[in-house]
């Protein structure tokens, strides 16, 4: 278990990183520059360790539904955003953001998909996750 926990503990030091430096580069450049930039190096690189693991090209990657796809776009534009956003408002309040946005859609989608989940708890779950951002957004007074 403890390999795993090193392993997410890696990936969010490093999407960290690449926050800030895409943030960077969006403000000595443009938001799009940064985001082609961040896109163009993980291709490299993932094509690169495709090249040498194998399996680059999955099986059944062919036969995937259009909306399979739809990754790369949304992708793109979500980089570009959270370059612009950490110019403008700072790394640690972009992800703040993001990780409420991200509880909130997933909550959004679990109703959405299963039109089981309890109503007033879901409501309780998005209150939470918002009262919590406010409170870390909170200055200590001195």
């Given at each position: 278990?403890?390999?795993?926990?090193?392993?997410?503990?890696?990936?969010?030091?490093?999407?960290?990183?690449?926050?800030?430096?895409?943030?960077r580069?969006?403000?000595?450049?443009?938001?799009?520059?940064?985001?082609?930039?961040?896109?163009?190096?993980?291709?490299?690189?993932?094509?690169?360790?495709?090249?040498?693991?194998?399996?680059?090209?999955?099986?059944?990657?062919?036969?995937?539904?259009?909306?399979a796809?739809?990754?790369?776009?949304?992708?793109?534009?979500?980089?570009?955003?959270?370059?612009?956003?950490?110019?403008?408002?700072?790394?640690?309040?972009?992800?703040?953001?993001?990780?409420?946005?991200?509880?909130?859609?997933?909550?959004?989608?679990?109703?959405?998909?299963?039109?089981?989940?309890?109503?007033?708890?879901?409501?309780?779950?998005?209150?939470?996750?918002?009262?919590?951002?406010?409170?870390?957004?909170?200055?200590p007074?001195?």
């Amino acid at each position: 278990m403890s390999p795993f926990i090193l392993i997410a503990g890696a990936a969010g030091l490093l999407v960290g990183l690449s926050r800030q430096l895409n943030g960077r580069l969006s403000l000595s450049t443009s938001p799009l520059i940064a985001s082609f930039w961040n896109h163009f190096v993980g291709f490299i690189a993932l094509t690169l360790l495709g090249l040498v693991i194998g399996n680059l090209w999955p099986a059944g990657a062919a036969n995937a539904p259009w909306y399979a796809y739809l990754g790369g776009p949304i992708g793109v534009v979500f980089v570009a955003l959270s370059s612009w956003l950490v110019a403008r408002i700072g790394a640690v309040n972009t992800a703040l953001l993001i990780i409420g946005g991200q509880m909130v859609c997933g909550l959004a989608i679990d109703l959405l998909q299963s039109g089981r989940l309890s109503l007033w708890l879901s409501s309780l779950g998005v209150v939470l996750i918002m009262a919590g951002m406010v409170v870390a957004q909170r200055r200590p007074r001195g």
